[in-house]
């Protein structure tokens, strides 16, 4: 008897394959030409979102129409529980994905007649949150009160702006201490196990950062400088928030701390990107230049690091329009 498979197989080769087809194709090409964590997320948006809605459409009628329908449904009633829509960046995310599935059909020339140019998703901009420069002050006193690991986590991601996988997967060799520079050359994520067939495991893996500019040599600030000395001491392949070649603290445990840390400041309504966040806007009100900037926190072009991360606090706002009222 004829496997499924082989019959998925016969249908993309006469060029009239389903979504679904063209979309398992596509996730078993592109799965060694990715990263793991990559693949599964691929995987996931095929399978919770584009498979229940497009699978069995044909590709003669994936038409732009009915693309556009898919991203306006996302939109509005997207999430998996049913109870309101999808973010735009979630369904950019989805349609990317769309669009890469079809483009791989296309190269093995089936016909699909949507024309993905002509769709287009408004960029909304959420307000992120940024420390106050009071709030931030009150977060260095406590996290300088004493030369915990942890707290020096904390204090990468504020002063050097390194996202919260990144100083978790940092290790000593990370440092170096001569030339006072920092070496983000790896970071570390929870993603699910593949290997578990039908179930929903997951597991730690540490790979290489997410993009190429993100592998990045940052100059360590002075006294930041002082705290990493006391780390002088560990081995070259322990990591920095345990002391242990072996023993880590993931990224999911490492907000925990944060959240604990927030809490015994109370300090309210901030997640640990924001830590991110607020390097980035100090460094702009500071007059940092943005090339240096988008190279320091691993972007791949200026607009990016300016549009996405920058954010003019209001006593920043209020500076530059007194320096703009005549004298």
Same mark, same amino acid.
């Given at each position: 008897?004829?496997?499924?498979?082989?019959?998925?197989?016969?249908l993309?080769?006469?060029?009239?394959?389903?979504?679904?087809?063209m979309?398992?194709?596509?996730?078993?090409?592109?799965?060694?030409?990715?990263?793991?964590?990559?693949?599964?997320?691929?995987?996931?948006?095929?399978?919770?979102?584009?498979?229940?809605?497009?699978?069995?459409w044909? *590709?003669?009628?994936?038409?732009? &129409?009915?693309?556009e329908? +898919?991203?306006?449904? $996302?939109?509005?009633? =997207? #999430? %998996?529980?049913?109870?309101g829509?999808?973010?735009?960046?979630?369904?950019r995310?989805?349609?990317?994905?769309?669009?890469?599935?079809?483009?791989? *059909?296309?190269?093995?020339?089936? &016909?699909?007649?949507?024309? +993905?140019?002509?769709i $287009?998703?408004r960029? =909304? #901009? %959420?307000?992120?949150?940024?420390?106050?420069?009071?709030?931030?002050?009150?977060?260095?006193?406590?996290?300088?009160s004493?030369?915990?690991?942890?707290?020096?986590g904390?204090?990468?991601?504020?002063?050097?702006?390194?996202?919260?996988?990144?100083?978790c997967?940092l #290790?000593?060799?990370?440092?170096?201490?001569?030339?006072?520079?920092?070496?983000?050359?790896?970071?570390?994520?929870?993603?699910?196990?593949?290997?578990?067939?039908?179930?929903?495991?997951?597991?730690?893996?540490?790979?290489?950062?997410?993009?190429?500019?993100?592998?990045?040599?940052?100059?360590i600030?002075?006294?930041?400088m002082?705290?990493?000395?006391?780390?002088?001491?560990?081995?070259?392949?322990?990591?920095?928030?345990?002391?242990?070649?072996?023993?880590?603290?993931?990224?999911r445990?490492?907000?925990?701390?944060?959240?604990?840390?927030?809490?015994?400041?109370?300090?309210?309504?901030?997640n640990?990107?924001?830590?991110?966040?607020?390097?980035a806007?100090?460094?702009?009100?500071?007059?940092?230049?943005?090339?240096?900037?988008?190279?320091i926190?691993?972007?791949?072009?200026?607009?990016?690091?300016?549009?996405?991360?920058?954010?003019?606090?209001m006593?920043?706002?209020?500076?530059?329009?007194?320096?703009?009222?005549?004298?």
């Amino acid at each position: 008897m004829e496997t499924k498979e082989k019959r998925n197989l016969k249908l993309f080769r006469k060029k009239n394959a389903s979504m679904e087809v063209m979309a398992l194709r596509w996730l078993e090409n592109v799965k060694w030409n990715v990263k793991e964590s990559s693949y599964v997320k691929y995987r996931n948006l095929v399978q919770n979102h584009i498979l229940p809605e497009l699978g069995g459409w044909p *590709a003669v009628r994936l038409t732009t &129409e009915v693309i556009e329908e +898919f991203v306006q449904k $996302k939109l509005q009633r =997207g #999430k %998996l529980d049913g109870m309101g829509g999808l973010s735009e960046k979630s369904v950019r995310d989805i349609l990317a994905v769309v669009k890469e599935i079809c483009l791989y *059909a296309m190269g093995c020339d089936v &016909e699909i007649p949507c024309r +993905f140019e002509r769709i $287009k998703i408004r960029n =909304g #901009k %959420l307000e992120t949150e940024v420390l106050n420069l009071q709030k931030q002050k009150e977060l260095e006193q406590f996290l300088l009160s004493d030369e915990c690991p942890k707290k020096t986590g904390v204090l990468l991601s504020l002063y050097m702006g390194l996202r919260v996988g990144e100083v978790c997967a940092l #290790k000593r060799q990370n440092i170096l201490y001569t030339e006072k520079i920092l070496c983000v050359r790896a970071t570390m994520q929870r993603i699910q196990d593949m290997a578990g067939e039908g179930k929903s495991k997951t597991k730690v893996v540490v790979t290489e950062p997410k993009s190429l500019s993100s592998v990045r040599d940052i100059p360590i600030p002075n006294f930041l400088m002082k705290r990493l000395e006391t780390l002088r001491h560990l081995p070259e392949d322990a990591y920095l928030l345990t002391g242990s070649t072996e023993v880590f603290i993931e990224p999911r445990t490492m907000e925990n701390i944060l959240s604990r840390y927030l809490r015994e400041c109370r300090i309210e309504g901030i997640n640990y990107h924001a830590l991110r966040h607020t390097f980035a806007t100090r460094c702009v009100e500071s007059g940092f230049d943005a090339k240096s900037l988008s190279e320091i926190l691993g972007h791949s072009s200026v607009n990016i690091t300016l549009n996405r991360y920058v954010h003019s606090s209001m006593e920043q706002k209020r500076k530059c329009m007194e320096q703009a009222t005549p004298a």
